[in-house]
Every structure is written in structure tokens, then in C-alpha cells.
């Protein structure tokens, strides 16, 4: 059984069984909060266990190192969809410990796309187009400093509204313990 049908299998018996019930909750945020965070599988669950959140309460962005990497990119977006449209009224940019972004080198990966096939002239082509593949592909240095960088890049946003908070923590992935790295009351 390949990986699809074992996923497609479960969920034909947890509809049938009525599992979903338990998961019923409207599509706004009961804590009218939005938490950008990293797809890390540890912090799947960990990162709303640990903070006392279930299904329903927060909207959920994730992306590798909760980055806002790009000011119109999609992270950014759903952050002012969440705030305009789905009762947002406070963000946290959640960091981790021990990210596999943070130790990202560009080198490893572009090396690893033409081992897979990928010709090295896309490169070329994308770096003249403006795309700077390598730098793109580089992760932070200091998670703190990203999360506080998240912080100021989403206050500073020209759509965004000032009276938002913006929090900013940084989770430790073993044992869901946060560092408050900026306090979006005061901020
Ligand atoms: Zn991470």
C-alpha cells in the first residue's frame, strides 16, 4: 500500500466513524490570535500543547523558520487576510531552538537540485532574471534575531494595522518551554 492509499484508507473510516465531530469548530479564531510558526515536525503538535491551544482557537501559518521572508510574499498575506477578514487581533512570530533553517547553506541545496536533475543553466537563467537563488536559500543566523526581525518587518508594513500587537517567542522543540523575545503590548 503506497503512502496515499494508507492516508485515503484512514480517512474513509474516520469520516464513516463521525472522528470529525470532536474537530468541529467555525473557520474564525476563538483566541482571535494568528500564530506564523516552523513546519519543524516536532512542533506539529508540541507548539499548541504548549501554549494551552486547541483546534480552533488560532490561525496557523507555517513555513520552514517562521520567516516573513518577502513583505507581499504568501506569509505576509495571510497575516492581513487573518487581520482584515478572519478577527485577528494579535500575531506571534513563533521561533525554535535548534531550527534546520538557521543551519541552511545555500551551497548543499542547489548542489543537491542538479544531482536530481536539475541543469545548472535554470541557475544562470534565474539569476539574471533577478532571482537570488542563493541568498533565498540562505537561513538565519540567530533565531532570535529573526523572530525580532518578523516582528519589525510586519509593524512596518505599510497595509498593516498599527494597533495590531505583534509578539515574538522562540519555543525550545523538546520541551515546548518559550522565550519571550518581544512583548507586542509594549513594542
Ligand atoms: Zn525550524
Known amino acids: 500500500m503506497t503512502l496515499l492509499e494508507e492516508l485515503l484508507d484512514f480517512n474513509s473510516k474516520f469520516v464513516e ?13 476563538d483566541k482571535k ?21 486547541k483546534n480552533g482557537d488560532i490561525k496557523q501559518v507555517k513555513n520552514a523558520g517562521a520567516v516573513i521572508s518577502h ?19 494579535e500575531v506571534i512570530i513563533m521561533g525554535h531552538y535548534d531550527c534546520g533553517f538557521g543551519a541552511l547553506k545555500p551551497e548543499p541545496i542547489v548542489q543537491a537540485m542538479q544531482d536530481r536533475g536539475i541543469n545548472k543553466s ?16 540562505k537561513g538565519f543566523d540567530s533565531v532570535e534575531e529573526s523572530v525580532l526581525e518578523g516582528v519589525k518587518n510586519i509593524k512596518n508594513h505599510p497595509l498593516m494595522d498599527d494597533s495590531v500587537p505583534i509578539h515574538g517567542l522562540v519555543m525550545n522543540p523538546e520541551t515546548g518551554k518559550v522565550d519571550l523575545i518581544v512583548n507586542g503590548y509594549e513594542y
Not at 535554470?122 to 536559500?137: A, C, D, N, P, R
Request: charged content about 20%; overall charge negative; some cysteine.
Open 17 to 29: 466513524e463521525e472522528k470529525y465531530l470532536e474537530y468541529r469548530t467555525t473557520s474564525t479564531p
Open 33 to 53: 490570535l494568528l500564530i506564523v510558526s516552523c513546519m519543524d515536525t516536532r512542533l506539529t503538535e508540541l507548539s499548541l500543547k504548549a501554549l494551552g491551544l
Open 71 to 89: 513583505p507581499y510574499g504568501s506569509t505576509m498575506r495571510s497575516i492581513l487576510v487573518g487581520v482584515y477578514q478572519l478577527n485577528v487581533d
Open 122 to 137: 535554470v541557475f544562470e537563467t534565474l539569476e539574471h532574471s533577478g532571482i537570488e537563488v542563493y541568498s533565498w536559500l
